[in-house]
């Protein structure tokens, strides 16, 4: 079938994919209704997801493209998988415990401004003029929105900035596994790179429930708890993936981070829709800060990141 080259089609696509990631965090909200934990969730996930990865690994392995991959390299990326990918993921479930889904969203949107400052800390890049102005906007928008759900969301201010820094520590984490994994994708290549570090993820999440869990307790979750982690597995994880993919195919990093900016803005949506969520202008103030940040290092000439969120 002759792919389409459609103007809209592209972006369509991009705007698809950053709805569906921002379900996520209302899939998890919704599943902690049933007083499960993160560590039971993200095995459900993962667990549903595998198959897909696994699929994507065969499919790259077949292509026969060659690997220049060391000793080294393999340790590496197993430390990716389990500190980036899982670890990232389980500070994440485990902070959306504690603050809202629009606070963890925006929060999460700031590893495009701390991908900067780390390449500045560890790959001595010097910071432009955009990028100071993008870190500052940024970082003011989420002061604002937190100081939002402490002052005014009626949420306990000890418990919002404890669940707050978790996510923060999730955005630094994820974007330390971007800074190092762009030296490694040339090498393994993005298929099999995805592949590979998210199916070490789901190993690494299966040993840390195992280790303080029995796997029989599985069998007696409720229906909805299953419901919603095949959702969250296959429209907040795989699909936006592909449609991401598919999407700065098309269109290019540049335009698809502009496009991607939406996110943030969908899950506080999603969230006053299906969980309740507040709406308020200091919010939106907030929101549009962290984006106006995001875009001024996202639409750079020469894009080091990318506009993709798996975690």
């Known amino acids: 079938m ?7 089609y592209g972006a369509m696509l991009v705007l698809l994919s950053s ?8 899939m998890v909200k919704l599943a902690y209704v049933y007083h499960i934990d993160a560590e039971t969730l993200i095995a459900l996930r993962m667990a549903f997801a595998i198959p897909f990865f696994a ?3 065969w499919w790259a392995m077949r292509q026969g493209v060659p690997m220049a991959m060391t000793g080294k ?4 990326l197993l430390l990716l998988a389990v500190v980036g990918g899982y670890g990232s993921m389980w500070l994440n479930f485990e902070g959306l415990r504690y603050v809202s889904a629009g606070l963890e969203r925006v929060i999460l949107f700031l590893y495009p401004t701390l991908v900067v400052a780390m390449s500045a800390v560890f790959l001595k890049h010097q910071i432009s003029r955009r990028e100071w102005f993008a870190m500052v906007t940024s970082y003011a928008g989420v002061v604002l929105v937190v100081w939002h759900d402490v002052a005014f969301a009626g949420l306990g201010s000890g418990d919002t900035l404890y669940g ?3 996510v923060l520590l999730s955005a630094i984490v994820y974007a330390a596994y971007l800074l190092v994994s762009g030296q490694l994708i040339p090498k393994l290549g993005a298929s099999r790179f995805t592949a590979f570090t998210m199916s070490l993820a789901a190993l690494a999440s299966a040993c840390h429930f195992g280790s303080s869990r029995s796997f029989d307790g599985m069998t007696t979750l409720p229906n909805a708890v299953y419901v919603l982690a095949f959702l969250m597995a296959v429209i907040a994880t ?4 592909v449609l ?5 195919h098309q269109l290019g990093s540049r335009k698809a981070a502009l496009i991607s900016a939406i996110g943030p803005i969908a899950t506080i949506v999603l969230a006053y829709l299906f969980l309740g969520e507040s709406l308020s202008w200091i919010q939106g103030m907030g929101t549009a800060l962290v984006l106006a940040g995001v875009m001024a290092v996202s639409l750079e000439n020469k894009p080091r990141i990318s506009t993709t969120i798996k975690v």
């Open 238 to 241: 795989v699909l936006p993936s």
């Open 164 to 166: 707050a820094w978790l």
């Open 2 to 8: 002759k792919q389409s080259t459609h103007p809209y």
């Open 73 to 76: 390299d393999w340790v590496t």
């Open 19 to 26: 709805v569906a990631f921002s379900s996520k965090a209302i």
């Open 244 to 248: 991401m993919n598919m999407g700065i």
């Open 55 to 57: 699929g994507l690994g």
